[in-house]
């Protein structure tokens, strides 16, 4: 049975940097792609970024672009989430997400068949 595991949350200052972790057991990481979703109170959840580990493709939310990077560390089993140059409107819920479907511009809406449990992320202003 998948694991997916979040955790590096936390309170930053605006225009600070976190990075996220995503740590998966139980499955093999290569067959699934790995997305991040963000809800925010009485918000949508919403697609932040993609990773492919077949073909290190990533995608990302076009209000991430350029702050956010998503990566793999593979000795590990994890992915991660660098945040950079946040800001409060980024305030929300983080999860990992493991689909069996590639990353493509639709990642937001494919299947995800294992879920992390979600990490805070506060930005002050």
């Known amino acids: 049975q998948g694991q997916l595991v979040e955790s590096g949350g936390g309170l930053v200052q605006y225009g600070g940097s976190l990075r996220l972790a995503c740590a998966v057991s139980?499955?093999?990481?290569?067959?699934?792609?790995i997305g991040w979703f963000r809800q925010a109170p009485d918000k949508e959840r919403e697609g932040v970024s993609c990773?492919?580990?077949?073909?290190?493709?990533?995608f990302y939310a076009d209000s991430v672009k350029g702050r956010f990077t998503i990566s793999r560390d593979s000795t590990k089993s994890t992915v991660y989430l660098q945040m950079n140059s946040l800001k409060p409107e980024d305030t929300a819920v983080y999860f990992c997400?493991?689909?069996?479907?590639?990353?493509?511009?639709?990642?937001?809406?494919?299947?995800?068949?294992?879920w992390g449990q979600g990490t805070q992320v506060t930005v002050s202003s």
């Open positions: 997400a493991a689909s069996s479907y590639a990353c493509s511009p639709g990642y937001a809406t494919h299947p995800y068949e294992y």
């Open positions: 139980g499955l093999t990481l290569d067959y699934f792609a």
């Open positions: 990773f492919t580990p077949s073909d290190s493709s990533t």
